[in-house]
């Protein structure tokens, strides 16, 4: 059964700071790991990782992806209050017909002034 | 404009009592999912459906049913039997090809009293 598992659970940080969120996972055949932001409601899609070591990038968000050891991260930097949110991990294995994907139980990060 | 419209945003219900719940894509895509989330969880999949007139078990059906006799909607309806249904559901998209992501509606909060 595949498993994605996401740390820390939650995360209170001040304007300003940098912010990492760790993703790990066990999936048979993987294909590829997403991130979403999840606000008020609907989870909104920030990157697709598809190889190792190369770094998706979009602004003040980043995301890396290392296959040998199982695991992503999310960096945030020079954090906003609008950072705030859910950070949901998923993944995608390759044999999967419906193309579902396997969440983790997200991060919640709280960005204070 | 194009996007997945879910409704109602926020339902009661008295326990015993179907319902069902609504969603609605203008995207063209010919794949869409149901996810149940509970607090401080990620999303667990209960039906997805490739292609109209045709669906499958998510990892936790039971207690729900679903159709797709339209490409656009994909409703859900809660039973009786489902014994937990307060949650947000999450109703997703997703269009063909490689690198096409599931993009999300609005949700809707089930209460069950």
């Known amino acids: 059964e595949d498993k994605v598992v996401q740390s820390p659970l939650s995360l209170v940080v001040h304007e300003g700071d940098t912010v990492t969120l760790n993703c790990s996972y066990e999936?048979?055949?993987?294909?590829?790991l997403l991130w979403y932001k999840q606000e008020k409601k609907a989870p909104t899609f920030l990157f697709m990782l598809?190889?190792?070591?190369i770094e998706k990038k979009s602004g003040r968000l980043s995301s890396i992806l290392d296959k040998k050891e199982l695991f992503s991260i999310l960096n945030i930097t020079a954090t906003q209050t609008g950072d705030s949110a859910v950070y949901l991990c998923?993944?995608?294995?390759?044999?999967?017909?419906?193309?579902?994907?396997?969440f983790g139980g997200g991060t919640r990060l709280m960005v204070k002034p | 404009d194009g996007g997945i419209t879910q409704s109602p945003k926020y339902l009661f219900r008295k326990e015993g009592q179907n319902v069902t719940l609504s969603c609605e894509q203008n995207?063209?895509?010919?794949?869409m999912y149901w996810y149940r989330q509970d607090p401080g969880q990620g999303l667990r999949l209960i039906y997805y459906?490739?292609?109209?007139?045709?669906?499958q078990k998510g990892d936790i059906a039971e207690g729900y049913s679903v159709s797709r006799e339209k490409k656009e909607s994909f409703p859900l309806t809660v039973t009786s039997a489902q014994k937990n249904p307060t949650a947000f559901y999450l109703c997703?998209?997703?269009?063909?090809?490689?690198?096409?992501?599931?993009?999300f509606g609005p949700g809707t909060r089930l209460t069950v009293l």
């Open positions: 997703a998209s997703k269009g063909s090809g490689v690198g096409n992501e599931q993009f």
């Open positions: 999936v048979t055949n993987f294909r590829s």
């Open positions: 598809t190889s190792s070591g």
């Open positions: 998923a993944v995608r294995p390759v044999y999967n017909a419906g193309n579902m994907l396997t």
């Open positions: 995207l063209n895509h010919d794949a």
């Open positions: 459906s490739q292609i109209v007139n045709d669906f």
